[in-house]
């Protein structure tokens, strides 16, 4: 299995949502534009979040490849938070999705067009944020 934050990583009392866990034991890590993000790369984005967002629990699971948007846990699942790493304190979040598998279905549709897109099939829309946005 691909490796995740450790429980001594992890904020108190945080479990991943087993639903995500299942798609990484799939091997589901890949969804161009978005990646899971395991081992070396996700311990420096979690660590970069934390310092950047001091005042906030991101755990972070995916991240795309064509901008700084990171998808996260909040620090009570099961819901996603999409950050928008390195922008102000205050302003980083950029959408939200009501559990795990509302984030995989978007990311889903994000894949599709990525690859219509790539194939040359002239069907692709550009980047489209299918995120609910974030409110207050």
């Known amino acids: 299995m691909a490796e995740l ?13 087993p639903e995500f866990v299942r ?10 534009p978005w990646e899971m993000l395991t081992g070396e790369e996700l311990r420096r984005v979690y ?3 934390r310092k950047r967002y001091p005042d906030q629990v991101y755990v972070p699971f995916a991240a795309r490849q ?18 928008h790493d390195f922008a102000s304190p205050g302003w980083e979040r950029q959408g939200q ?7 995989l279905r978007a990311a889903l549709e994000d894949c599709i067009e990525w690859g219509e897109e790539e ?8 980047w489209v ?5 974030v409110l207050g």
């Not at 990171?70 to 950050?83: E, L």
């Not at 999705?97 to 984030?103: E, G, L, V």
């Open 5 to 17: 934050l450790t429980s001594d990583d992890l904020p108190p009392g945080f479990d991943y949502p």
């Open 23 to 32: 798609i990484v034991e799939l091997g589901l890590t890949s969804l161009e």
């Open 47 to 49: 660590s970069g979040l």
């Open 66 to 83: 064509d901008n700084d948007d990171i998808a996260c846990c909040p620090g009570s699942c099961p819901g996603a938070i999409i950050v």
């Open 97 to 103: 999705a009501s559990s795990f598998h509302a984030w």
């Open 119 to 126: 194939l040359g099939l002239g069907r692709a829309t550009g």
């Open 129 to 133: 944020n299918r995120f609910n946005p």
